[in-house]
């Protein structure tokens, strides 16, 4: 059974630090892309990183130079690294997959109405 679950949110200070943790059971994670998306209170879903299976990587606009993803095979884990959290980073941030090696949509990873799997998110809370 694909399950996929995340991990490592909390609230930060504007400027601050966090990293998201995505862990796999039931696959491989490192065959398939893997998304990050996130959902803020009131607004759509949106597409934040996605990595493909050959590690090539994308970023929304409004996180590209402060948002690092990056695979840890051993671990079966993609890790979303995020500097410099700002309010508007406020939400609810999900990894998914559709079991494809390449990020879907355009821009690639921004399809999120495709995703087959997903955790169950955990709550980014950027505040001072």
């Known amino acids: 059974q694909v399950q996929l679950v995340e991990s490592g949110g909390g609230l930060v200070q504007p400027g601050g630090s966090l990293r998201l943790s995505c862990t796999a059971s039931g696959f491989t994670l490192n065959n398939y892309a893997i998304g990050w998306f996130r959902q803020a209170p009131g607004k759509e879903r949106e597409g934040v990183s996605c990595?493909?299976?050959?590690?090539?990587?994308y970023y929304a606009d409004s996180v590209l130079g402060r948002f690092t993803i990056s695979r840890d095979d051993a671990k079966n884990t993609v890790n979303l690294q995020m500097f410099s959290l700002k309010p508007e980073d406020t939400a609810v941030y999900y990894c998914a997959t559709d079991l494809k090696t390449f990020c879907t949509g355009t821009p690639p990873g921004s399809n999120y109405a495709g995703m087959n799997f997903w955790g169950k998110g955990t709550l980014v809370t950027v505040s001072s």
């Open positions: 990595i493909t299976m050959n590690r090539n990587t």
